[in-house]
């Protein structure tokens, strides 16, 4: 029997997540802020609090999809600093490019590219960002291989996503909401596929620790993770040597 899109690491799953993600780019953030009450404008500002970034930072975010998490960056860097944006699905990046257009935040930079092969040269980034990317990626240690390649030495990375909660009863609720409502609400205001395929790609997920493991193999060092919002999501931080 074939296995589910959401349980795959390869390239089936690879065109999936890219032309879903194509198909969905019109009401993508309109289904977020509905789907996560609002709380991913939060969760993104805690990362960037989290990073304690200088005014010339150089920043790479990866997997932005529309952007808010770059524009969130860009508007705490200011003009000193500079935010490459990447992603691999052109609709995506090109409704981020608009939203930062509009609202004047030209230092930053959009680039078309996919985050398992970044045309990037090695140590030019003060601090690598990833906003709820890591679990669609086929080849997780590959990008985080990836990340510590184009960070400078004590650079910082922080990924951002999305996690069952570990303790009872916020799991049994989390799981009745995103197995059973969220799919039924996705159904009406989007792509039926989609808004299946992002809770079954939470349950296959990683753990937090197995993510962190990842991390230390990788090659970085002071590596922690930390719950928000009752380990709805969970950010992993750690520093190139």
Not at 103 to 121: E, M, Q
Not at 140 to 147: Q, S, T, V
Request: proline letters at 5%.
């Amino acid at each position: 029997m074939e296995q589910p899109v959401w349980a795959r690491q390869d390239s089936t799953r690879r065109r999936y997540v890219r032309e879903m993600f194509s198909r969905i780019a019109p009401r993508y953030d309109l289904l977020n802020s509905i789907l996560s009450f609002q709380l991913h404008h939060y969760w993104r500002r805690r990362v960037v609090q989290l990073l304690r970034l200088a005014p010339s930072a150089h920043v790479l975010d990866l997997c932005t999809g529309t952007g808010d998490l770059a524009i969130e960056i860009a508007r705490h860097l200011g003009p000193a600093g500079e935010v490459v944006a990447l992603d691999f699905c052109e609709p995506m990046l090109r409704l981020g490019r608009e939203k930062a257009y509009r609202r004047g935040l030209n230092h930053t930079v959009w680039l078309h590219a996919d985050a398992l092969h970044l045309p990037l040269a090695e140590a030019q980034f003060d601090a690598v960002t990833m906003a709820f990317g890591l679990r669609n990626l086929v080849d997780k240690r590959g990008a985080l291989r990836e990340i510590y390649r184009v960070l400078k030495p004590g650079g910082k990375v922080a990924i951002l996503e999305l996690t069952r909660p570990q303790r009872l009863p916020m799991r049994w609720l989390y799981d009745l909401y995103a197995l059973h409502i969220l799919p039924r609400i996705g159904k009406r205001l989007s792509q039926a596929d989609a808004y299946l395929y992002l809770p079954m790609s939470i349950q296959h997920y990683e753990e937090r620790a197995t993510i962190a493991e990842y991390m230390q193999q990788a090659g970085f060092a002071n590596v922690w993770y930390r719950d928000l919002t009752f380990g709805v999501v969970c950010v992993h931080t750690g520093v190139k040597p």
